[in-house]
């Protein structure tokens, strides 16, 4: 997705926090997404924060809204190996969503 | 709740031949599901949308008459990529939206079918 950007790699020590970072150009959108991806798999739905939220937290999860900036980042405490995935955030356009290519979390012992 | 599964998770098949690809919603009903594509370390491209009871919506440059979909129930979309080539060797990814619900909430998506074309 050209609309939506995302860095392509983190590299994060277990059990510190991960930062991965996205940003959007429809400054329309309603929802903005965090999907994770593990190997061979689909997509898990990880949490969505509408437009109009600034912040949003669930459990180890918190998503940050900046909607000045079309800036959107999703903050993992104390990140697991089992966080290691692939994440898309992706933005709702219309009746689609636009996903960002993925950022590919690794996380070393 | 809103397992999203499709099947088969891999085929092989010969060039030329066609396959078939399910996606069914096994605990909710879904009148719109989406048909998305992903090559190796890149983003879903979505392919089509597919309404239960009538025509699949398809994004441009996605040839209709190549991957064809149908939406035959509340529960079961299907897309055949006929007279496949290597070219479509892929990763095909639905999704689902549960009926009632407006087009903001969340798809579900089934864990994906790698298709290889020899």
């Known amino acids: 997705g050209e609309d939506v950007e995302q860095s392509l790699f983190l590299s994060v020590r277990e059990g510190d926090s991960s930062v991965i970072n996205c940003t959007y150009t429809?400054?329309?959108?309603?929802?903005l997404y965090w999907y994770k991806q593990e190997p061979g798999a689909g997509l898990q739905l990880l949490t969505y924060?509408?437009?109009?939220?600034d912040m949003k937290q669930d459990q180890r999860l918190t998503v940050l809204l900046n909607k000045k900036d079309k800036h959107l980042s999703l903050r993992i405490a104390d990140t697991q190996t089992g966080d290691s995935a692939i994440y898309f955030c992706?933005?709702?356009?219309?009746?689609?969503?636009?996903f960002g290519a993925g950022t590919t979390v690794t996380v070393r012992a | 709740g809103a397992v999203v599964s499709q099947h088969p998770s891999w085929v092989i098949c010969k060039s030329g031949t066609s396959v078939k690809i399910e996606c069914r919603s096994l605990d909710f009903q879904a009148t719109t599901m989406f048909w998305y594509r992903q090559f190796p370390k890149q983003s879903l491209m979505l392919m089509a949308t597919s309404n239960e009871g009538s025509k699949a919506t398809y994004e441009q440059g996605v040839e209709k008459d190549k991957f064809l979909i149908n939406h035959a129930s509340l529960t079961l979309s299907t897309l055949t990529v006929t007279s496949a080539h290597p070219e479509d060797s892929s990763f095909y990814i639905c999704s689902a939206r549960r009926q009632g619900l407006s087009y903001n909430s969340p798809l579900h998506f089934g864990n994906g079918t790698r298709l290889t074309v020899t």
């Open positions: 924060i509408f437009s109009n939220m």
């Open positions: 429809d400054s329309s959108s309603t929802y």
């Open positions: 992706a933005e709702r356009n219309d009746y689609k969503l636009s």
